[in-house]
């Protein structure tokens, strides 16, 4: 089969590779359908993560497939099913991935799709993918829903709900300001704080993004203007530290900031002023799978629109021309024909 290699920042190619096979009964074999980018490959391919000088190694671990082949020991899933995949490898059942932690894992770790981790597991630009411990690691997608579009499902959509529901589903009439810049994970953050959790959403970033979160139901801010600063919950999706440091300050005494951008280097922060107003802060891996299941229950209401996040739509064999091209914009998703 080919499988989507990362050969050097600014370089990609298909190689040919064995297919992966059930090895244990819980695993089962999904072909893709569509797959994408999660916002982090766009800075291994840019050569902005300590990641881009191992290659070659498979790239991707976003995706929605066909369950082509099932173990015996799987009672959840079926060959025929359609299905997202969660980006982590997890048990399902150890002391992290019961506490809703499967990117804690305490058997498999950073173990996850398309980067040399802990692990071999391929990724999800496969043109055959295997995943363990299958009853966990997938979520069927519901009927008469688009797969193309929830590609992502497997992580930055189902991380715009983790990083906004459970902090703000306490707090009435909130008010969120979201921090864009690393790609399409702010973007559904807007996505679902405008539609699920009902609140007023300001979002700062660069016009292209901005329109989008326009057309999302967003008020949208230029991110060098003047803030306000009682905001519930900030999220910084930006990945860059003067960003992150105007969302650690945008929030009202005991609010709280989100970040789910990674910081490859030390960052200074602003910790007497933190102190002083009582800001919790989080930073930190997303643990897909329990966010999967109320993100695609969203979608299936028509409450959620990933549709509107998606930059473009390109046949698999486009992918290594459009990822290395500057235009594959903030989320390229990629159709793999029967």
């Known amino acids: 089969m080919k499988s989507l290699m990362f050969v050097a920042p600014g370089r990609l190619r298909f190689d040919e590779v064995d297919a992966p096979t059930v090895v244990e009964g819980t695993d089962a074999l999904v072909r893709p359908l569509a797959a994408t980018t999660c916002d982090l490959d766009h800075h291994v391919i840019a050569d902005k993560t300590p990641f881009s000088g191992f290659g070659p190694f498979p790239l991707g671990h976003e995706c929605v ?32 991935c019961e506490l809703g932690h499967p990117a804690r894992c305490l058997l498999h770790g950073d173990a996850q799709y398309g980067l040399p981790v802990n692990g071999a597991w391929g990724g999800t630009f496969d043109e055959l993918i295997r995943v363990p411990y299958a009853d966990f690691n997938l979520a069927k997608l519901p009927a008469g829903v688009d797969p193309v579009h929830l590609a992502s499902i497997g992580d930055n959509l189902a991380l715009g709900w983790e990083t906004v529901m459970p902090t703000v589903a306490q707090i009435t009439d909130p008010k969120i300001a979201v921090f864009g810049g690393t790609g399409s994970i702010g ?7 405008v539609h699920c959790a009902g609140a007023r959403t300001v979002y700062y970033d660069d016009p292209v993004r901005m329109k989008v979160a326009e057309q999302l139901g967003a008020e949208v801010h230029d991110i060098h203007g003047k803030r306000e600063k009682d905001f519930h919950l900030a999220v910084d999706a930006a990945c860059n530290p003067e960003r992150l440091r105007k969302a650690l300050l945008s929030v009202v005494p005991e609010g709280y900031v989100n ?40 979608v299936a209401a028509g409450t959620l629109h990933p549709e509107l996040v998606t930059s473009g739509v390109y046949g698999w064999d486009e992918i290594p021309e459009v ?16």
């Open 187 to 193: 973007l559904y953050c807007v996505d679902v704080a």
């Open 323 to 338: 990822l290395t091209s500057g235009r594959a914009g903030h989320k390229p998703i990629f159709v793999l024909e029967n």
């Open 259 to 298: 970040s789910v951008g990674i910081y490859f280097d030390d960052v200074r922060l602003p910790l007497l002023a933190l102190y002083q107003r009582g800001v919790h802060f989080h930073n930190g891996k997303g643990h897909a799978r329990p966010n999967m299941t109320p993100t695609l229950a969203a």
């Open 65 to 96: 497939g066909t369950v082509v082949e099932v173990g015996p020991d799987c009672t959840e899933v079926a060959v025929g099913d359609v299905v997202g995949v969660a980006w982590h490898i997890a048990c399902g059942t150890c002391a992290q």
